[in-house]
């Protein structure tokens, strides 16, 4: 029994795609009323693809769980970037391992980045051999047929279908008013610290005709807000002749009319003055740029294949300030990478100074197995690895908060996303620059962009409320 084709042009409701499945003989009576926990690992891409095999899932007759003790299938969605994923996802299985023990028909799942890793997937099988079930990124649309096919022992799929993209795909996404829209998979850059090239296979763009009809739908379906979701947004449709560029993709978007357009994740050495012109032109385009930086560095810049200078960084990053009102600019930077001087590790702490980000994600190098950079001599010890990343996050936490007092007694849009987490008698949203705010009397307007004044600045978060 294999996946329907999807060959259509448009995307499907969810009660067409259902009803394909019961055309295809996909029986959900096995699996009618079983309990469902997911838990997801990693980034955006995780994340979105947790949507998916949500709705794969709801397909079958699943119905989702919050507890883990509740489920009658868990799957764990992994990541592999760094090496403390590892760590966390061994963690985990013992939990899952404890479950079994007293339910014999637990099914345990494991996918992801780590899933397409040879050395995990041998690991699992020879030292985990209660986890029932191993599926790659590639093979997502496998899920169904793995689990409706079920043989005794572990069912792997890891296989590669690189090159290929999977359209009119369905997800059970998990807000009603903002979405991740897949533009491209994979990634070319081979960073030489970074795994995901080899974990989610070369860049494969989506077709634009296919990502705008997802954006119409979605903006149809009551979406205010979609975030293009890529390894590298800036190199979306190189790999496809005659293809949109990603400043013509971004501009095309935008004249969807949707009220809020967000991209992630940027390379800089892919980042031209026409998407920078395209951020700046359009209302609806945020003005929020994810744009990491890694080091600070030339030198180490060289070594992790960056493909930029710290100068070429400085200029991209003033030419975005200059002309995108009211931006804001994240990063990310790694730390103790191999041969990094004490030297270098100030040239990065200059660039922080310099760029004064709105925030930033900060790492320790981890080395990755088959890397270019898993060879070279680790010659920073953890001591002053970890100190470096000590003193490079006071830094970057002083600016978050200055950033973030700036912001007090100004007034900004924020489209209100849920209860707040902190505290159930507020909302929580994000302004057009992604400043995450705690709204004040929000709980009318969940769902809607509304005007909102700051009134109190942490590092992490303001507070705020309605606009009178
Ligand atoms: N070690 C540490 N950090 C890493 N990242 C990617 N690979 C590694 C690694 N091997 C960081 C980069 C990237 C972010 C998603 O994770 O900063 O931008
Ligand atoms: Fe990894 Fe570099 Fe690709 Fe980002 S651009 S996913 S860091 S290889």
Avoid at 264 to 287: C, G, Q, R
Wanted: glycine share 6%; charged share 30%; aromatic share 10%.
């Amino acid at each position: 029994m294999r996946l329907p084709d999807h060959k259509e042009e448009r995307i499907r409701t969810n009660e067409e795609v259902e009803q394909i499945y019961l055309d295809q003989n996909y029986s959900n009576e096995v699996y009618s009323g079983k309990k469902y926990f997911i838990k997801t690992y990693g980034c955006q891409m995780n994340v979105h693809d947790s949507e998916e095999i949500s709705y794969r899932l709801e397909t079958l007759g699943f119905e989702k769980v919050e507890e883990l003790e509740d489920a009658d299938l868990v799957i764990l969605n992994t990541c592999a970037i760094r090496e403390n994923a590892h760590d966390k996802l061994y963690g985990f299985l013992g939990r899952c391992k404890h479950l079994k023990d007293t339910k014999k028909d637990l099914i345990i799942c494991i996918c992801g980045c780590m899933a397409q890793e040879e050395r995990v997937v041998n690991e699992i099988l020879t030292k985990y051999p209660y986890v029932d079930i191993v599926f790659g990124t590639h093979n997502i649309h496998e899920l169904q047929d793995m689990l409706l096919n079920r043989v005794k022992g572990t069912d792997i799929e890891v296989y590669s279908y690189e090159g290929k993209v999977y359209e009119n795909i369905n997800y059970k996404r998990d807000s009603k008013v903002k979405a991740w829209v897949n533009i491209q998979y994979g990634c070319d850059k081979f960073c030489t610290y970074c795994i995901v090239p080899y974990t989610r296979g070369k860049q494969r763009s989506r077709k634009s005709s296919e990502i705008l009809k997802e954006v119409e739908c979605l903006k149809e379906n009551g979406y205010k807000e979609v975030t293009l979701l890529g390894q590298n947004v800036n190199a979306y449709g190189k790999d496809i002749e005659g293809e949109l560029s990603f400043a013509e993709l971004l501009e095309s978007v935008a004249k969807t009319g949707i009220d809020r357009v967000r991209f992630v994740t940027s390379h800089p050495w892919d980042f031209t003055s026409e998407m920078v012109d395209i951020i700046a032109k359009y209302a609806n385009v945020m003005p929020y740029i994810h744009l990491p930086l890694q080091s600070g560095s030339s030198n180490i810049l060289k070594l992790m294949g960056r493909k930029y200078t710290k100068e070429e960084y400085l200029k991209l990053y003033k030419e975005i300030r200059e002309k995108v009102k009211g931006s804001s600019i994240t990063t990310d930077i790694i730390v103790g990478f191999p041969g990094e001087t004490e030297e270098d590790f100030n040239d990065t702490l200059d660039v922080v100074n310099e760029c004064k980000f709105d925030s930033a994600f900060t790492f320790i190098f981890s080395p990755r197995e088959g890397t270019p950079a898993e060879k070279m001599e680790d010659n920073v010890s953890l001591k002053e690895k970890e100190d470096r990343l000590h003193r490079l996050n006071d830094v970057i936490n002083k600016y978050s908060l200055i950033h973030n007092e700036e912001c007090v007694g100004k007034t900004f849009k924020v489209l209100l996303e849920g209860v707040s987490e902190k505290d159930d008698t507020k909302a929580f949203g994000y302004t057009d620059h992604m400043k995450l705010v705690n709204v004040k009397g929000g709980l009318d307007y969940i769902g809607e962009i509304v005007d909102v004044t700051i009134t109190d600045a942490k590092s992490f978060s303001l507070d705020g409320e309605i606009k009178k």
